[in-house]
């Protein structure tokens, strides 16, 4: 049986965020789920809070808090769910891989820039196929994205990938263009 949660009237006040994120980090699982669902009611408020706990709570925290960032689906969180595809818990990269899906067109953007700069890390590229995988299958995913995603599959990744993500983000993203649609 389900249990009702009575969320607060007013989160949105920093000390209120601060405490909700805190509990983000409890071993009750109840308590985890009233603060990631007050924290997605609080919206963009809660955002950066969520980009620091990301990358410095506990692995329960950095969980809740890349799947709160699924929801709210603020682009100024891209650039840390990248580099938490590179957490060493598998369920915060998946879940940072899930939120980056969400922000679409700026997801593939700070994708693109972390595979032209770090692209020998291993878990950066699986975790940027299964993004570009997802978008593609969604048909999200335009030339030349396609030429990283196969840059990925390819024999020597490291070798290829930084290429091919200078290619895409400077054919969809440079001065401003975008070539999505």
Known sequence: ????????????????????????????????????????????????????TLSNGNQKARWEAARALTIVKDSSAASALVRALEDEDHDVRWAS?????????????????????????????????HVLNVLKKKRQLRQPSLQVLQALEGVEPEVAVPWAAQAAWETLYRLGKEQWK
């Open 1 to 52: 049986m389900l249990k009702r949660i009575n969320l607060p009237q007013d989160p949105s006040s920093e000390e209120n965020i601060q405490k909700w994120i805190n509990d983000l980090g409890s071993l009750i699982g109840s308590e985890r789920l009233k603060a990631r669902l007050t924290l997605i009611r609080t919206g963009v408020k809660a955002v950066p809070a969520l980009i620091t």
């Open 97 to 129: 891989m899930k939120a980056l899906i969400a922000l679409e067109r700026t997801g593939l953007e700070a994708l693109l820039q972390a595979l032209m700069m770090d692209f020998a890390s291993v878990w950066l590229r699986e975790g940027a196929h």
